[in-house]
């Protein structure tokens, strides 16, 4: 017998290769099927997910082999779910409960009602996150049509599912500037863009277009040739006469990212370092040649950006108004009020 890969050395090709004598093996038991699942992770030394909760399961796992939804959950086979972030910077859940609210609205969207009431999906989160004992790091949330079989509406007596992961993320202050490209890949309709619904196919594919073009993300021009927003990002300008200006969120996510700056940006107005915050539908021309630009989203939490289709944006260098407002978003999330950063015990 001889293995067809390394990746997949229990299939084995009886006689030469010829895939009809393939023989898929099948996992009798559960014990077989845990052996094999735990092969993976007990090559791995930090585990990147140290906490999940399922609400199939009704709890928190900490397996990472067993961090597992069902093949039948609406949200695997029709993209029926809804999801949303939150960062845990130094033990504490920034912007927390705008992520839960915005995540509770993309439900009501996507017509899916939450098994729980918020409180509890909130309470949740927050164990979730003692329990990973992450000081530093992501969570993840979805919120699913829920399993049951494999049509397109949900299944009869189906409850929606509700499924959470905290992730071992690295991040810190964004310093250096990053190019940008137009993307041609077709922008969401309104009601899909402003929902925050699993099908990401749209930005998997503005963002693989940018990489494959040397950039490092996209921006998307909606079809009345007004800038929208980034793959996963917002975007934001400072124009020539120094107005902070974000697209408006009509046909994009609002981003709590971009909401917190547009609350902590009158600071810089108030200083004379700017003259106005605001939203407003920029025409390419005008964002084109704005004097500075950048992405803003929840894990950057700002990305300077210095060029745009190979042109410069502005002199082509990190301006400092970009940096003041990056100060203004990470200075809140190490030490802003606690309404936006809720404290998590580790002690539990
Ligand atoms: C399409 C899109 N736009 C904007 C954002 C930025 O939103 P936030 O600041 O809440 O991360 C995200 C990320 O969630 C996104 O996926």
């Known amino acids: 017998m001889e293995a067809l890969n390394s990746s997949s050395s229990e299939i084995q090709a009886i006689g030469n290769g010829n895939e009809t004598d393939l023989k ?9 099927l845990l052996e094999k699942l735990h092969e993976k992770w007990s090559l791995v030394e930090k585990k990147p997910y140290p906490a999940m909760y399922s609400s199939i399961l009704g709890g928190i796992i900490t397996d990472p082999a067993m961090m597992v939804i069902p093949i039948d959950d609406h949200m695997v086979h029709r993209g029926h779910g809804v999801f949303d972030t939150a960062i845990i910077l130094n033990g504490y859940l920034y912007e927390l409960d705008a992520h839960i609210d915005r995540f509770l609205r993309s439900a009501s969207k996507a017509k899916i009602s939450p098994p729980f009431p918020r409180s509890i999906l909130r309470s949740i989160l927050i ?40 992730i071992d993320d690295d991040f810190s202050q964004c310093k250096e500037g990053v190019k940008v490209i137009t993307t041609t890949i077709p922008m969401k309709t309104p009601l899909f863009a402003t929902m925050k619904n699993v099908n990401y196919l749209p ?58 700056l547009l609350k902590l940006a009158p600071k810089l107005v108030k200083e004379g370092k700017l003259k106005s915050v605001g939203t407003a539908n920029l025409t390419v021309k005008e964002a084109k040649g704005a004097a500075e630009m950048m992405f803003v989203g929840s894990t950057l939490p700002l990305l300077p950006i210095i060029s745009w289709d190979e042109e410069p944006i502005g002199d082509g260098h990190v301006g400092e108004l970009t940096m003041a407002l990056s100060d203004l978003l990470w200075d809140d999330m190490v030490s802003g009020p606690e309404t936006e950063r809720i404290p998590v015990s580790y002690t539990q």
Do not use: H
């Open 127 to 166: 164990q979730l996150t003692t329990v990973s004992q992450l000081k530093k790091g992501t969570l993840r949330y979805w919120l699913s049509a829920g399993p049951g079989d494999f049509l397109l509406t949900p299944a009869v007596d189906a409850n929606s599912a509700f499924y959470a992961v905290a």
């Open 203 to 260: 930005n998997v594919l503005a963002k693989m277009e940018a990489e494959e073009k040397g950039a490092f993300a996209s921006i998307w021009v909606d079809e009345e040739g007004y800038i929208a927003e980034g793959p996963n990002v917002n975007v934001a300008f400072i124009t020539n006469e120094k107005e902070l200006i974000l697209p408006s969120f009509d046909k994009i996510l609002s981003g709590c990212t971009a909401l917190r």
């Open 24 to 32: 898929v093996p099948v996992f009798s038991s559960s014990l077989e």
